[in-house]
């Protein structure tokens, strides 16, 4: 399901999760696994409702969804939602697209992850 939060602008960074990072929600929390490093990550209640976002919006449309659902100042959810990304980008958790493939991306959710685990 496409949330209809932003397509990606000019100028803005648009991510996509890197290879092989499989994960999944449970319950509330996005709990992500860097197969390469053989790592377990789980994310609070704000990066599990970002997670979901990386691939599909642009970090303006991501801090737009972070104000209207966690109602803060969107200075503040700007920081925040850069620090994150800046982190997950840090860890290698994801990567910046191409301008060319700043597309949406599929659901991830929704789809069976390689080697048989649920996204």
């Known amino acids: 399901m496409a949330l209809p939060y932003s397509t990606p602008e000019p100028g803005m960074a648009a991510w996509r999760i890197a290879e092989p990072v499989a994960w999944q929600l449970v319950g509330d929390e996005a709990v992500l696994v860097d197969l390469g490093a053989g790592r377990a990550i789980g994310l609070n209640e704000t990066g599990s409702f970002i997670w979901p976002l990386i691939e599909r919006e642009c ?5 737009r969804a972070v104000v209207r659902r966690f109602r803060i100042d969107a200075e503040v959810a700007r920081a925040e939602v850069a620090r994150f990304v800046g982190l997950l980008s840090e860890r290698g958790l994801i990567v910046a697209r191409e301008p060319s493939s700043a597309e949406p991306g599929p659901s991830r959710s929704d789809e069976a992850a390689p080697g048989g685990g649920a996204a």
Do not use: N, Q
């Open 59 to 63: 970090e303006a449309g991501i801090v």
